[in-house]
């Protein structure tokens, strides 16, 4: 069987890093029928849109995309390619994974949950209102029937929790620990200060937690969790979290298994999924054939899980953790130091993990 599958080089590093994906991917075994589409600000400079019809068209058909990083624009309407990807395909889920590998300097070896970000609703909803606006007045008068007062020189953002978006969230959560033999699920939240938002959250993250008896369910203020994390981090398997947390939290994550360039990511919802690293698209490096790959490829390795190639996800994964782990031919940021002359390139790194899967 082969899979039809939206490729999106992206733009500054994401060609070269999508590249190198796309070759360990055809390495595992598994087909794949690639439709390439634009996005990012190389398309947007020839086109006027960073995120053409034809590469959401894709994304609706195949339902599966595998995306490089790409650039925002500055100045053309869109908070980001991201962003628009997730209103328009409903990619509710944001699926970071956060594992140490052996090889990798960090303080944080034990390190391996899985966060889940809620995508849609909460801080990032693009609700604001600037001084002086009309909105702004209004908002203020709405709170002033409060019994509140909100000072004239104020900035409004404003978020929102449902419930339906709760439960969607932590659904998926629950189920990926049931289907990755996961033992618990965490809830972050700050609902002992915002308890009409955060609290909504919480209440419901608990009423689905009845309804999975098997799998063990705690809550944490957020800011006990980010202290909680790097003190005990082998204490957390998968941890569930509004948007804006969980925005933060999947960098702190990042930082503790040693960067971002090893930091995994899918945004998954009802219409499509979407696979992509979690670090920007570094212009500097463009075409230097220099930046690590290792982000992508496994966002490549859960592309594969998504597909039901578990094997081969598992047979990739191991490859690249033996790379890692061998330390011979990995990139500058995997070395001891960032100047090794020994440190090999994008491709190169690609070229290791295909020998190791041969092995």
């Not at 075994?29 to 960073?50: C, H, K, L, S």
């Not at 007062?149 to 990926?176: M, N």
């Not at 592309?303 to 500058?332: C, F």
Request: net charge negative; charged share 25%; glycine share 10%.
């Amino acid at each position: 069987m082969a899979y039809e599958v939206t490729l999106i080089p992206g733009d500054g590093t994401g060609p070269e890093l999508a590249e190198a994906t796309r070759r360990v991917l055809e390495a595992t075994g598994v087909e794949f029928i690639w439709d390439v589409q634009p996005a990012g600000v190389d398309i947007y400079e020839e086109e006027g849109t960073p995120f053409p019809d034809r590469t959401l068209d894709s994304l609706r058909r195949t339902k599966v995309g595998i995306k490089g990083p790409t650039t925002t624009p500055i100045g053309s309407g869109f908070r980001s390619v991201n962003v628009l990807l997730r209103k328009e395909l409903d990619l509710f889920a944001c699926v970071r994974p956060c594992k140490s590998y052996a090889g990798v300097r960090t303080r944080y070896p034990e390190t391996d949950f899985v966060i889940f970000r809620e995508n849609t609703e909460g801080m990032y909803v693009g609700i604001e209102f600037e001084i002086g606006s009309p909105g702004q007045a209004r908002m203020r008068e709405v709170v002033a029937e409060l019994g509140s007062e909100i000072p004239e020189d104020s900035g409004i953002s404003l978020k929102y929790i449902t419930e339906h978006g709760s439960e969607r969230i932590v659904e998926a959560a629950f189920q990926y620990a049931k289907e990755h033999g996961r033992k618990k699920v965490t809830a972050a939240h700050k609902a002992n200060i915002m308890k009409f938002s955060d609290g909504i959250f919480l209440d419901v993250a608990r009423k689905v937690a009845a309804r999975h008896p098997e799998i063990e369910f705690e809550d944490r203020i957020i800011d006990n969790l980010c202290n909680q994390l790097v003190s005990r981090p082998e204490e957390y398997d998968v941890v569930v979290m509004p948007n804006l947390y969980g925005d933060i939290v999947s960098d702190l994550g990042a930082g503790m298994i040693g960067g971002l360039g090893l930091a995994p990511g899918a945004n998954i919802g009802t219409a499509a999924a979407v696979f992509e690293a979690t670090h920007g698209s570094a212009p500097k490096y463009k075409g230097l054939n220099k930046v690590n790959p290792t982000a992508l490829m496994l966002s490549g390795v859960l592309m594969l899980s998504h597909l039901g190639e578990k094997d081969a996800a598992q047979r990739l994964e191991d490859a690249i953790a033996a790379v890692i782990e061998k330390g011979d031919k990995v990139t500058y940021d995997l070395k001891p130091t960032r100047d090794d002359p020994t440190a090999v390139g994008t491709s190169e790194f690609a070229d290791a993990v295909i020998e190791e899967m041969g092995s």
